[in-house]
């Protein structure tokens, strides 16, 4: 079993950059991959980036490539998504999951999810 839980979520104007932060536990988590998705309102859960656990490869939506940054902290069993040049359609909910290969951007793929953390944008 994994468990994750994510913070640094917040209120920013367009233009400014939050850092997500999702932090992991349980006996099995060494073997997922870790992914970032986000759920406006009204709209399907998608995929915004996700990375393998030794960091070394990553993948990102086009709408955030050159924005974003996922990272791995393997010490601290963490996973960032630095987000920069916000824009007000990144307002969304945004989940941390565990689980698939790189290159997986459906949440069925994913087996494990966090509780959610609110970024919203301002114009």
């Known amino acids: 079993q994994v468990q994750l839980v994510e913070s640094g979520g917040g209120l920013v104007q367009a233009g400014g950059s939050l850092r997500l932060s999702c932090e992991a536990s349980?006996?099995?988590?060494?073997?997922?991959?870790m992914g970032w998705f986000r759920e406006a309102p009204g709209q399907e859960r998608v995929f915004v980036a996700s990375?393998?656990?030794?960091?070394?490869?990553?993948d990102y939506a086009d709408s955030v490539k050159g924005r974003f940054t996922i990272s791995m902290d393997n010490a601290k069993n963490t996973v960032h998504l630095q987000m920069n040049s916000l824009k007000v359609d990144d307002t969304a909910v945004y989940y941390c999951?565990?689980?698939?290969?790189?290159?997986?951007?459906?949440?069925?793929?994913?087996?494990?999810w966090g509780q959610g953390t609110q970024v919203t944008v301002t114009s």
């Open positions: 349980g006996r099995a988590f060494s073997g997922y991959v």
């Open positions: 990375i393998d656990r030794t960091g070394s490869g990553a």
């Open positions: 999951a565990a689980g698939g290969v790189l290159g997986s951007i459906w949440p069925r793929e994913y087996s494990y």
